[in-house]
């Protein structure tokens, strides 16, 4: 059973621009949730998708936003994007409800 | 939310037990105690969960105290490859909103 995939793994964009993550869940997972991760500030939670619907969204800038598909595929995106913004990004996928998060290997976003 | 507290680093003899403990004295009756750990740049990895029972996995074993106050992992038998940063979390079923706090970073020595 293929595991949770994201893409891409690396990148590295200038302030200003904007960029779009894809996450691509195990099959039969209809959660997904995005989480960012920082040296500073830890993991935190971003937001998470069930059925396409945004059902949590944890404390960040209207720049962050989500998206996920019929097919349960995601994407976040993030607009403007500052020095701040360099991080691991990190999506999990789970059967709807379970605690149990099964989370891809991260795309690492550098911001210059 | 409950929140949870684990002290932010601790060390361990390989071979040896590890014990992992956090603090969880606002966990209402509804939530249950997940741990996770998330070796060096890779994305966390589930351990165990429980609400009020003792649980064991091939893993590691979660010890809930009575009051459902505090819960101390352990992980039987350490190995170099046990090395991570562990976290316990106090989680809702029905919100699906797992959110980490700093965890305890584990080191276990030769």
């Known amino acids: 059973k293929a595991g949770v995939t994201q893409t891409p793994r690396y990148l590295i964009k200038t302030r200003g621009q904007q960029v779009t993550l894809s996450c691509s869940p195990i099959?039969?997972?209809?959660?997904v949730s995005w989480y960012q991760q920082t040296p500073g500030q830890g993991l935190q939670f971003l937001f998470e998708y069930f059925s396409e619907t945004q059902r949590n969204k944890g404390n960040f800038p209207g720049r962050f936003s989500g998206r996920q598909f019929s097919n349960s595929r995601s994407e976040m995106n993030v607009s403007t994007l500052e020095l701040g913004d360099s991080a691991l990004y990190l999506c999990?996928?789970?059967?709807?409800?379970?605690?149990?998060?099964?989370f891809g290997e991260g795309s690492r976003l550098t911001v210059l | 939310d409950a929140k949870t507290t684990q002290p932010p680093s601790m060390d361990c003899a390989e071979g040896r037990a590890a014990n992992l403990p956090c603090n969880h004295s606002?966990?209402?009756?509804?939530?249950?105690v997940y741990w996770y750990r998330q070796i060096h740049s890779q994305g966390p990895q589930y351990i165990i969960h429980?609400?009020?029972n003792n649980e064991t996995n091939e893993m590691a074993s979660l010890i809930i105290t009575e009051d459902r106050k505090s819960s101390t992992l352990i992980l039987p038998h350490a190995t170099l490859r046990d090395t991570a940063v562990y976290y316990c979390i106090a989680y809702l079923y029905n919100n699906n909103d797992m959110r980490f706090g700093a965890g305890t970073r584990l080191t276990v020595k030769p």
């Open positions: 606002t966990i209402s009756g509804n939530e249950y």
């Open positions: 429980g609400l009020k």
């Open positions: 999990a996928s789970s059967i709807q409800n379970t605690g149990e998060l099964f």
């Open positions: 099959s039969g997972h209809r959660s």
